[in-house]
Nanobody, 114 residues
């Protein structure tokens, strides 16, 4: 079992930055790549970025490449998503997941006002 808890969402203005956190626990979470996804109202869930717990295997969706950075802190069992230059179209619920394993967090809302 893997438990994932996101935090760090909020209401910001266009151009601002936010850092999301995903705290992982359980016996097997280190077996998986970790990813960030988002889902905007009326849209399908969208992949954003993924990383291994060693910090390698980073990969980004084109929509966020250059603006978002995924990272890990193994001492804290936490995955981060640093989001810079936020745009109104980044408004969504953001989820972390153990990629391909079916484990998801509850999501954290990010709202970017223009």
């Amino acid at each position: 079992q893997v438990q994932l808890v996101e935090s760090g969402g909020g209401l910001v203005q266009a151009g601002d930055s936010l850092r999301l956190s995903c705290a992982a626990s359980g016996r097997t979470f280190r077996n998986y790549l970790m990813g960030w996804f988002r889902q905007a109202p009326g849209k399908e869930r969208e992949f954003l970025a993924r990383i291994s717990w060693s910090g390698g295997n980073r990969y980004y969706a084109d929509s966020v490449k250059g603006r978002f950075t995924i990272s890990t802190d193994n001492a804290k069992n936490t995955v981060y998503l640093q989001m810079n230059s936020l745009k109104p179209e980044d408004t969504a619920v953001y989820y972390c997941a153990a990629v391909g394993a079916g484990y998801w967090g509850q999501g954290t809302q990010v709202t970017v006002s223009s």
